[in-house]
């Protein structure tokens, strides 16, 4: 791999949002590069830089309703929200697709947290409609919970943070321990 190949890969590694970052940082992509030569196989295996983790995250949005019963207050009343969802992968991702130069290809991570999550979550009544949620709370904690259990059967311990937001300035998040 010659600099401008890894160049390259840093920065898609890095991701698409901050590539015009990566382009006026050549230091940076200088840095991540070089990091990327000195691992040649390098695949599955933590990416360290400045004694950081590289990581991937991806953003999904959804809309739900639900209720919080025995809360003394509005929000026991069925209630909608447009949430966002955060999904963090690191290394040792065990899914099957395998790409020199990235943790997990966003087009994967998409279609298996859409499949596994979004659709079972998007335009639905939690309380009603999805099983887990009739005999568990649905709050945003809850929810995190139930969404690092789907996801950690898929991603193990690549998975390594969710972040739920129930409204723009509220959420709650789940950070896999070192
Ligand atoms: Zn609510």
Redesign the pocket.
């Known amino acids: 791999m010659n600099i401008e190949t890894a160049r390259h890969v840093a920065a898609r590694i890095w991701g698409d949002q901050n590539y015009s970052h990566i382009e006026m940082n050549g230091d940076l992509a200088e840095e991540i590069a070089k990091a990327l030569m000195q691992n040649a196989n390098y695949k599955r295996k933590v990416v360290t830089l400045n004694n950081g983790e590289l990581t991937v995250t991806k953003i999904f949005s959804f809309c739900y309703a639900?209720?919080?019963p025995e809360y003394k207050g509005k929000?026991s009343n069925v209630?909608?929200?447009n949430s966002q969802l955060e999904v963090e992968i690191g290394a040792n991702c065990p899914t099957q697709y395998n790409y020199p130069g990235m943790l997990i290809d966003f087009n994967e991570l998409k279609a298996i947290v859409n499949e596994k999550i979004i659709d079972k979550l998007d335009h639905k009544f939690l309380n009603e409609d999805v099983d887990y949620f009739k005999v568990i709370n649905p709050?945003?904690e809850n929810m995190v919970i139930w969404i690092v259990n789907e996801l950690e059967e898929v991603f193990g311990e690549a998975l390594v943070r969710i972040r739920l937001y129930?409204t723009p300035t509220s959420h709650s998040e789940w950070v896999r321990f070192e």
Do not use: D, N, P, Y
């Open positions: 639900h209720k919080l929000c209630h909608g929200h709050t945003v129930e």
